[in-house]
């Protein structure tokens, strides 16, 4: 989640030596260690924890920053950056490189179009993006994932194709019988997917990826064209949060008075207490149930648990992610930028969510059986809530 703030007077970064450094890296080592700095710095004047999670961050300064002089590429210049970032085990710091940083200004990110999820210690395609080198191939939800490029899938799985890289994937469709395809990766739009349906009863199923603007104004007009509605489902499987400006405004669209959404904390003890916006609101009044998963975050997540301590929706599938800092962007020396986390958040009833997330009142189990049966249990357990069959 991101918010605008200032920085503090930053203290100097430790001393970095190029002595190791052959001479024809010197200069790239230079641009490395001006990175390294501004990221050192940053974090150690302004995150949100002053005591940086018990880091040695002098020490950790002195470790990384060799290494990140030493780095012959953005790419490992990076992973450095990040190893040493990890160390804070902060959800919402991370540093990104250029071009990352323009696939986050453009929404177009280079890759083939699939997302995973994990079953039973198992990678799967959970969605296929429209459009994509994916979809025309004929990937499927479900379809299980054995290698790329002859190399089985790690943990974290972070893959970073260059434009018109094709990989080799191998995968086992709904009968587990093999499929082998080579996918060409091309830029793919990053926006947020939209979408409405009208479900039984008058029902209605909403789904957004993000709280910006674009999507706010989406969900207030859907909610004003169904205001006679007896319940709606929110989808926020796929949010991975935004601004704390439109949550305010999305929250508010569920009542007819402005309500508590939680405090912020910062670096120095402040806290500043948030609250919905009504401008506008739809004051949607029937029944409300929210679809959330392990891939819901931040602003996802304080929406989710705001509605739920006020009472205002029921939560239903599995415990969110637990990243729920308020953080911006710091840009860097050569491109990059530095996401750093600037606010703590507890909610309304004072949950501290960072680590812990959001846990559903009706948990529902998801398994490869239903997504390649094209079975959405998470939505049966919300239909029944709104039906009141399960409370």
């Known amino acids: 989640m991101a918010l605008f703030a200032g920085c503090v007077s930053l203290p100097p970064a430790p ?20 990175v390294f700095k501004a990221v050192w710095r940053l974090v150690a004047g302004n995150q949100f924890d002053p005591k940086l999670n018990g880091v040695d961050w002098p020490a950790a300064g002195v470790k990384f920053g060799a290494e990140a002089a030493a780095a012959v590429d953005d790419q490992a210049l990076y992973a450095s950056l990040n190893a040493m970032l990890e160390l804070l085990n902060d959800s919402h710091t991370h540093a990104l490189m250029p071009v990352q940083t323009e696939e986050r200004r453009t929404q177009l990110r280079v890759r083939t179009g699939f997302n995973l999820r994990r079953f039973d210690g198992r990678w799967a395609v959970g969605e296929v993006v429209p459009g994509s080198p994916a979809e025309a191939a004929g990937v499927q939800p479900g379809w299980l994932v054995l290698s790329r490029n002859g190399e089985k899938l790690g943990e974290r799985n972070e893959f970073r194709p260059r434009e018109g890289e094709v990989a080799q994937w191998e995968f086992l469709d709904a009968q587990d019988r093999p499929v082998s395809l080579a996918l060409v990766a091309r830029p793919i739009s990053s926006k947020s997917r939209q979408i409405v349906r009208e479900l039984a009863d008058g029902f209605v199923y909403l789904r957004f990826d993000a709280f910006d603007t674009t999507d706010r104004r989406w969900l207030g007009h859907q909610l004003n064209l169904r205001r006679e509605a007896p319940g709606v489902v929110i ?112 909610t309304p009833k004072g949950r501290r969510l960072e680590g812990h997330g959001v846990e559903p009142e009706v948990a529902v189990k998801s398994t490869l059986a239903d997504l390649r049966a094209s079975r959405d249990p998470d939505l049966d357990a919300a239909l029944l809530v709104l039906r009141g069959v399960v409370r």
């Open 15 to 34: 001393p970095v030596a190029l002595d190791h450094i052959s001479p024809e890296q010197t200069a790239r080592a230079r641009r490395n260690v001006e």
């Open 235 to 346: 989808d926020l499987r796929h949010n991975s949060g935004g601004g704390t400006f439109s949550m305010g405004i999305t929250i508010g669209e569920f009542f007819d008075h402005p309500v508590d959404c939680g405090v912020f904390i910062t670096r120095g003890g402040r806290r500043s207490e948030k609250n919905s916006w009504q401008l506008g609101s739809a004051n949607f009044r029937g029944r409300v149930a929210v679809l959330v998963d392990e891939t819901t975050a931040s602003a996802g997540e304080i929406f989710s648990a705001a509605l739920q301590d006020h009472g205002r929706a029921t939560i239903v599938g599995r415990k969110t992610a637990g990243a729920v800092l308020a953080s911006w962007f710091f840009g860097l020396p050569g491109g990059g930028e530095l996401q750093l986390s600037l606010r703590d958040y507890v």
